[in-house]
């Protein structure tokens, strides 16, 4: 949506949510809109529950109506996203090819070429932190955008795949990997 648009409905932001509560109203809906505001990626308009994909599909329509907007202008409605937590454990912080450290673009690299990570976009950069000074191996921090109940997180952890002649483990991670973990079991 463009700047303008943004602009405009977030003036009128009072008259925009008593007309999307009427909206849904009338496709019989308990959702309700709270209030809107803005942020980098467009509007948000905060609900007292989490919605359908109708409730999403009547919101994208008003909001089309009212900013005389040009479809490809608006971008699908979406649920809200959190974080999840991962690790990579058992990857050589060496590589087998340069003889170099492990870095985070080589461990994008390997993530893109395997399968179970197709659906999966990073919220941050990689970390690669070996596991200890005399230590050959390393472990690999990824936090990811995931839906709020934690369903791309769930087909990815305890899975099991290559890198190069080596097998990867993915466990779940605490949210804070400042935290000492035991590196017998990993807790």
Sequence with gaps: MSIKNTKYFIREFSFHVININRALKGIKSNIMANFIHTDTKGIIISTNNVVYPLNLQEIKKY???????????????????????????????LS????????????????????????IVLALKLRVIKVSPKSDMSIIWINI?????????????????????????????????????????WK
């Design 63 to 93: 909001i089309k109506n009212s900013l005389y907007a040009v479809v490809d202008q608006i971008k699908s409605p979406r649920l809200p996203q959190s974080k999840s937590y991962l690790k990579i454990v058992d990857i050589p912080y």
């Design 96 to 119: 087998e090819v340069t003889n170099a450290h492990l870095s985070s673009d080589d461990v994008e690299k390997i993530l893109k070429a395997n399968h179970i990570f197709n659906d």
């Design 145 to 185: 955008w995931d839906t709020q109940n934690g369903s791309k997180t769930k087909t990815i952890i305890n899975r099991r795949f290559n890198v190069s002649s080596f097998i990867t483990t993915v466990p779940g991670a605490n949210m804070n990997p400042g935290v000492l973990l035991c590196k017998n079991c």
